[in-house]
């Protein structure tokens, strides 16, 4: 599975970088480096709505503090099926 993380400026500012950590912690954690990608990408033109990360075709809206509930809800869940 690849997650895309946006790290144009503007998600930049609401802390992509951020984000990036706490997955790879998730990743870490849960010993997923051979299943979860973590991909950098340029805007992605949805920067009014937070950090975009994308799954597949599907684009979520996060920030630092709901991160964690994206990482088991969408990558847990979704390499769970
Ligand atoms: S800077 Fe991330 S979507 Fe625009």
Redesign the pocket.
Known sequence: MVVTI?I????HIKGSREIVRILEQQIALHKLENKVELNGSF?????VKG??VKIGEDIFSLSPENTNNFFEKEVLGRLKE
Do not use: N, P, R
Request: proline residues 0%; neutral net charge.
């Open positions: 946006c144009g400026s503007s998600c805007c992605m033109g949805q920067c950090v975009c």
